[in-house]
């Protein structure tokens, strides 16, 4: 278990003790500790090769070491020590993800999003000299009533947690729900899970989209936490959920889909969400709240959402606008009505 966070207000303290560097705070935008001990970025990697030379001033046999540089491969070092992270080379596929611009995205959603955040105690933590973290965040003015593991029905209040690691010795993973404590191999003790995501550090893994799911599962299952549960609850095949997408977010509305049936799909948006309902299936199950939530990947991953793209807002808010006809769909409502 890496950390049981105590349900009372924190001051602002920081401590050290080996190799991990802590600290207790009640701000979000907060993310020094990460910027002041695990500023990591890659550096070029060189390997040393043995050539040998016969000149007239070396001992017959004598060798020296060369540098080569290994193009498909880094080394990584805190920037703020210097010092070289005793790792593993890091692959030129490896998706690198900075800690501190991580937790200041998640600031910044939190922020924009209707959690109460006047009233919340933050857990930094930096491990193995900024390869790995972890962060907590507490929502005091948010409770659930959960079972516990005695079997007692218990007031838990509502937290979101994060971890990552620079070394590939953690996948990157968030969690939001109503528990108590929890470890990083994804079992979560004393309470529920509103959401929660792995991705290994390769190919398209966006934090981003990830922080945004898990706002928002949080806040919607605060809100409206009879009904996530009743998703909870409800199995839903890949079949189905493909038949309900072709009736909705993936049917194609053209001249051409009016005259042939098979022109009527998107089939690679259809691909994309089965395949980010696989995801979330290996989590939360065969479910509709496992197909809400790849929905909700779909409406919060904007590959192309730079602060420069003026037309960010308006894709979420598209978007955002799709996912509710899945849900409003005769077929969603009909498993729905059929569990209820």
Not at 37 to 59: F, G, M
Not at 226 to 251: A, N, P, R, Y
Not at 285 to 303: E, F, I, K, V
Request: glycine share 6%.
């Amino acid at each position: 278990m890496l950390d049981l966070v105590e349900n009372n207000a924190a001051a602002r303290m920081q401590m050290q003790d080996g190799d991990i560097y802590t600290a207790r705070h009640n701000d979000p935008a907060d993310v020094s500790l990460y910027d002041q001990y695990a500023a990591i970025n890659r550096v070029p990697l060189d390997a040393l090769l043995p050539r040998k030379l016969h000149a007239d001033y070396l001992e017959p046999g004598q060798t020296i070491e060369e540098p080569v540089r290994l193009d498909n491969y880094s080394a990584l070092m805190n920037t703020v020590t210097g010092a070289l992270l005793d790792t593993a080379p890091i692959g030129k596929h490896y998706a690198l993800v900075p800690h501190a611009p991580v937790f200041a995205e998640q600031a910044r959603q939190l922020e924009a999003s209707d959690m109460p955040t006047g009233n919340v105690e933050v857990l930094d933590r930096v491990f193995g000299h900024g390869k790995r973290v972890h962060r907590t965040i507490v929502f005091h003015d948010l409770q659930h009533a959960v079972t516990n593991r005695a079997g007692i029905e218990d007031n838990v209040r509502c937290r979101m947690d994060i971890f990552n690691s620079v070394d590939k010795s953690w996948a990157f993973q968030i969690f939001s729900g109503a528990y108590r404590d929890l470890c990083q191999n994804t079992l979560v003790f004393g309470g529920e899970k509103a959401y929660h995501q792995r991705k290994i550090h390769k190919g398209d893994i966006s934090p981003a989209a990830m922080i945004a799911k898990a706002t928002t599962g949080l806040e919607h299952w605060t809100e409206n936490s009879e009904q996530m549960k009743l998703w909870q609850s409800v199995g839903l095949t890949d079949k189905q959920f493909s038949d309900i997408l072709k009736e909705t977010i993936c049917h194609k509305k053209t001249k051409a889909a009016d005259v042939e049936a098979t022109l009527a799909i998107n089939e690679r948006r259809l691909n994309w969400l089965l395949e980010r309902f696989g995801e979330e299936k290996a989590e939360l199950g065969s479910t509709l709240w496992g197909a809400y939530n790849a929905l909700t990947h779909y409406a919060t991953h904007l590959p192309m959402s730079r602060d420069s793209n003026t037309n960010r807002e308006l894709v979420a808010s598209r978007r955002n606008n799709e996912v509710r006809t899945v849900i409003d769909s005769p077929g969603w409502q009909y498993l729905e009505g059929v569990a209820a």
